[in-house]
């Protein structure tokens, strides 16, 4: 007999579109140790697959940053290991997003900087008339 468990993955990815142009950065790869520990107490029999993909942006007229990242793992399939699965699998979704939406919207304001130097200084401050 031959038991194959799938061990979790994360795969994300982050973009940045700016006048059309898209720049992505995909990432595959090991899990945050936290998940790990996590994946080795809920894995029991194995026999159920948990995916949860989880997106944010920040756009303005298609112009912008957006973020992606699709988690999974393997665990008991009794429906309240399964739905814990699912909370802990959307809490480490937002969290990685969230990190990645702060270092997408910098290369996107590193971008605008480019192509708009001017955009560096701040407005004047205004004044009633």
């Known amino acids: 007999m031959n038991i194959y468990i799938r061990q979790p993955k994360v795969v994300g990815s982050r973009e940045v579109v ?4 898209v720049t992505r950065n995909i990432y595959e790869g090991e899990v945050p140790k936290e998940m790990d520990d996590y994946a080795k107490q809920v ?25 992606s990242v ?7 399939q009794d429906n309240a290991t399964v739905n814990n699965v699912v909370q802990a699998l959307a809490h480490w979704g937002r969290e990685y997003c969230k990190q990645q939406l702060t270092i997408a919207d910098q290369e996107f304001q590193e971008l605008l ?9 701040p407005p004047p401050p205004w004044k009633p008339t």
């Open 18 to 21: 700016l006048h059309g142009k």
């Open 43 to 67: 894995i029991g029999d194995g026999n159920a697959r948990v995916a949860v993909t989880t997106d944010m942006g920040i756009k303005d007229y298609g112009n912008g940053v957006s973020v």
């Open 70 to 76: 699709t988690l999974s793992l393997s665990c008991n």
């Open 113 to 121: 900087l480019q192509k708009n130097p001017e955009a560096a200084s």
